[in-house]
């Protein structure tokens, strides 16, 4: 999907009077109105620039202009030529190539001399003040997602541009409805709905910020758009949009569910995903990663303590990505009264712990003592299995249905939340100090205590005899106070 103003230029002349009056003087002006912007590679769109001008500099210099709201930036110290085909690439860099460029309106021109470019004249869909309260919103939602993997050292271009990749796809729903912003950064980091544009340009500015060479590649024919991504100076296909997996006809995004089919493939690889035109960027021909091990994979990839885990959905086993080393399996039945469907198990993290599901449960996994455990079991409807989950914000949420996504014959999709807290531990039992035998040793239980000694009729444990000396007395009171505050006992 494309926006029609942001997406081959034709022009609109328009004279300008004043110049006119002049026009025996060489250096006259005219003003010409951007009407549509199509652009199969913005990549042949920078490197074009790039003989001309310091790219890097030239977008320093709009993103000041544009992040006041300028209306009119004069770029005529940058002394781009003027034809109709500079003009071209540089509103493709504006618009496709500068993902802080969110909020232009669908109305621009630029004005030029008879040698260069003068000036270029942009709307706005927002104030100012609006905007950068917005773009606040969009460096954090990025900072976010880039946790753990900008700036880490640890991690190739590879394992960076796959993490992302997968992040922005379960972060990120296809927006079929006709929402403001679904075609740029903001909708797809912030909104957390895009269409294909919105989650390329998305994916290029999160790339951007991790050192990786990116940019925005179409396809008319399609109607679609995704990125031509550089690893070690080889350029890729990369398409986040086809690979974020929805539940069909128009539903959300199946949570938890992430597809690599579309990630680093050659033009030939990507053609055979369904890209089936020939009026996009083929310069990608590298064919190394087109049958690689993550295309088995149908879930997210989660980096712990700069380790890599993944879910290999074909041989139904976790994963550790540096050395292949199956960790547990995740074997489990996906069925209803007339399909089996093939492994549905997904992968989820908080940054420290794993989970995964099985059809029934939620599982952890600990990486230290490489031991599973069940922390969840929702209750089922008949032949109702999990088919997608995630942990976000203290939630486990689970997608439950009689089929997997895109299968057919589903029933209603609902959705299960789970409060979990990961750092909560259960107390054995027969804990010293639990008072009151829930299972927990807290400050509910000194009260508890404190009342009993005081001469209460409280019933209270024998878990509170916390020094374990047969007689529940003040001594095991001062002994639960100075656990309850951390000192050493």
């Not at 006259?28 to 769109?45: L, R, W």
């Not at 309106?105 to 030029?112: L, Q, R």
């Not at 919103?137 to 960076?160: F, Y």
């Not at 993290?349 to 599901?357: A, I, M, T, V």
């Amino acid at each position: 999907m494309k926006k029609l103003s942001a997406l081959f230029l034709s022009f609109l002349m328009v004279v300008n009077i004043a110049a006119s009056s002049v026009s025996a003087v060489s250096d006259s002006e005219e003003e010409v109105a951007v009407t549509y912007i199509k652009q199969y590679d913005s990549q042949k769109a920078v490197k074009h620039l790039e003989e001309i001008v310091d790219v890097a500099k030239l977008k320093e210099y709009i993103l000041k202009n544009t992040y006041e709201c300028s209306t009119s930036i004069d770029i005529s110290s940058f002394n781009i030529p003027n034809s109709a085909e500079n003009a071209n690439y540089l509103f493709d860099l504006i618009l496709n190539e500068t993902p802080e460029n969110f909020h232009l309106g669908n109305k621009m021109s630029y004005s030029y001399s008879s040698t260069k470019i003068k000036a270029i004249k942009l709307t706005y869909d927002y104030t100012a003040s609006e905007y950068q309260k917005m773009l606040e919103e969009l460096v954090a939602a990025k900072d976010k997602l880039l946790t753990g993997i900008k700036g880490n050292t640890n991690l190739d271009d590879v394992e960076k541009a796959l993490l992302i990749h997968d992040r922005l796809a379960l972060l990120c729903e296809y927006d079929y409805t006709d929402t403001p912003n679904k075609y740029n950064s903001y909708g797809a980091l912030v909104v957390g709905t895009a269409v294909c544009q919105g989650y390329a340009v998305a994916y290029d500015y999160l790339l951007e910020n991790v050192g990786i060479e990116s940019y925005y590649c179409s396809s008319d024919d399609l109607n679609h758009g995704w990125n031509i991504v550089y690893i070690n100076d080889v350029p890729y296909h990369v398409d986040v949009t086809w690979d974020d997996y929805a539940w069909g006809n128009g539903k959300r995004g199946a949570v938890g569910v992430v597809v690599h089919d579309n990630f680093l493939r050659s033009t030939a690889g990507i053609y055979s995903t369904g890209h089936e035109a020939y009026d996009y960027d083929s310069f990608p021909t590298d064919t190394t990663y087109d049958n690689y091990f993550w295309q088995n994979s149908e879930t997210a990839f989660q980096l712990i303590d700069n380790e890599i885990y993944y879910i290999d959905n074909t041989s139904a086993e976790l994963k550790r990505y540096s050395d292949q080393k199956t960790l547990c399996s995740v074997s489990s039945m996906w069925a209803n009264d007339r399909y089996y469907w093939n492994n549905q198990a997904r992968l989820s993290g908080n940054g420290s712990e794993l989970y995964y599901s099985l059809s029934d449960a939620i599982y952890k996994y600990d990486v230290s003592t490489n031991t599973s455990s069940k922390i969840f079991e929702p209750e089922l409807p008949d032949y109702n299995c999990i088919y997608g989950f995630e942990y976000s914000d203290g939630y486990l949420i689970c997608d439950i249905n009689n089929g997997a996504p895109y299968s057919g014959y589903l029933s209603d999709l609902y959705q299960i939340k789970e409060a979990y807290d990961p750092d909560y531990e259960e107390a054995p039992a027969n804990a010293p100090g639990d008072a009151n035998g829930d299972g927990a040793v807290n400050a509910i239980d000194a009260l508890l205590l404190a009342r009993k000694l005081s001469g209460s009729n409280e019933t209270i444990s024998e878990n509170a005899d916390y020094n374990g000396d047969g007689t529940v007395s003040a001594a095991d009171l001062a002994l639960l106070r100075r656990k309850l505050t951390g000192a050493d006992i």
